[in-house]
């Protein structure tokens, strides 16, 4: 499979719980993403998981969290864990 076609794809799943749990993590770590999180994205809907994917970022180990709605969007914007720190919509 190629590498693009295999990021269109989930890599796993996390609770609500452990999705709102990494995201604040992210938030408090990671000057400016607060702001970002604020200008960019609307509230979440409740749902009991959520996907989570590997990062596209070359060399980044990431995984991608779920942290809103974007707006004016039909997307979701999500959040890098790892090195690259990037935010991306899905």
């Not at 970002?36 to 409740?46: G, I, N, R, V, Y």
């Amino acid at each position: 499979m190629t590498s693009n076609v295999g990021q269109s794809y989930p890599y796993t799943s996390e609770s609500e719980s452990e999705r709102a749990a990494r995201v604040a993590a992210l938030v408090q770590a990671r000057d400016g993403l607060a702001a970002t999180l604020a200008a960019s994205t609307t509230p979440l809907d409740a749902n009991d998981r959520w996907w989570v994917w590997k990062c596209p970022t070359a060399g980044c180990p990431g995984l991608l969290h779920v942290a809103g709605y974007a707006h004016d969007l039909h997307a979701i914007f999500v959040v890098c864990d790892g090195t690259c720190a990037k935010t991306f919509l899905r």
